[in-house]
T-cell receptor
Framework: QQQVKQSPQSLIVQKGGISIINCAYENTAFDYFPWYQQFPGKGPALLIAIRPDVSEKKEGRFTISFNKSAKQFSLHIMDSQPGDSATYFCAASYQGAQKLVFGQGTRLTINP | GAGVSQSPSNKVTEKGKDVELRCDPISGHTALYWYRQSLGQGLEFLIYFQGNSAPDKSGLPSDRFSAERTGGSVSTLTIQRTQQEDSAVYLC?????????????FGQGTRLTVV
């Protein structure tokens, strides 16, 4: 119930391509879905977040798509750049839980 | 400081020794979290502090692990009788309110190696 399943574990995309990372959850009480970006040797940092009252949120080249009925959400990185190479974590929580449940992470490599 | 500060950045210890890891959260943040990240793995929740409430210790893997937060600010994670499987990066995060609704800011972590 508390798990967030993330796929793929690793992803290689050519520069300029679209990177897509998917997450699925079981707990329908979740109401906050952030994505975190982590560079080697650094802590994760919030990239973009969505709540289930909208189906899509876009910030620059980064878009979250949210499918409430399927209990899935995904991160799309348009025009992927080598600087986007990092590990990406999806997460979920609800106000009562007061802690984030993280997916297992996706190591993204953008080839120049 | 401007961000969450953790010390030491690296710690090598012998199996069986005790270690203390420190976290200085962002000033004014009421919530503080500890996570563990093993090589190639995700983020494993360890413990959560929020204001004066009793901490959520549900993620601590064994009774060798403990944490405290003094004065609602600095936190120390203590691992007693360290084992090789404790080797990981320990991350601290803080936020203004419960993480469920606000951004969590992470420190750079402490890389613990038990030899």
């Amino acid at each position: 119930q508390q798990q967030v399943k993330q796929s793929p574990q690793s992803l290689i995309v050519q520069k300029g391509g679209i990177s897509i990372i998917n997450c699925a959850y079981e707990n329908t009480a979740f109401d906050y879905f952030p994505w975190y970006q982590q560079f080697p040797g650094k802590g994760p940092a919030l990239l973009i977040a969505i709540r289930p009252d909208v189906s899509e949120k876009k910030e620059g080249r980064f878009t979250i798509s949210f499918n409430k009925s399927a209990k899935q959400f995904s991160l799309h990185i348009m025009d992927s750049q080598p600087g986007d190479s990092a590990t990406y974590f999806c997460a979920a929580s609800y106000q009562g839980a007061q802690k984030l449940v993280f997916g297992q992470g996706t190591r993204l490599t953008i080839n120049p | 400081g401007a961000g969450v500060s953790q010390s030491p950045s690296n710690k090598v210890t012998e199996k069986g020794k005790d270690v203390e890891l420190r976290c200085d959260p962002i000033s004014g943040h009421t919530a503080l979290y500890w996570y563990r990240q093993s090589l190639g793995q995700g983020l494993e929740f360890l413990i959560y502090f929020q204001g004066n409430s009793a901490p959520d210790k549900s993620g601590l893997p064994s009774d060798r692990f403990s944490a405290e937060r003094t004065g609602g600010s600095v936190s120390t994670l203590t691992i007693q009788r360290t084992q090789q499987e404790d080797s990981a990066v320990y991350l601290c995060a803080s936020s203004l309110v419960g993480q469920g609704s606000a951004e969590a800011f992470f420190g750079q972590g402490t890389r613990l190696t038990v030899v």
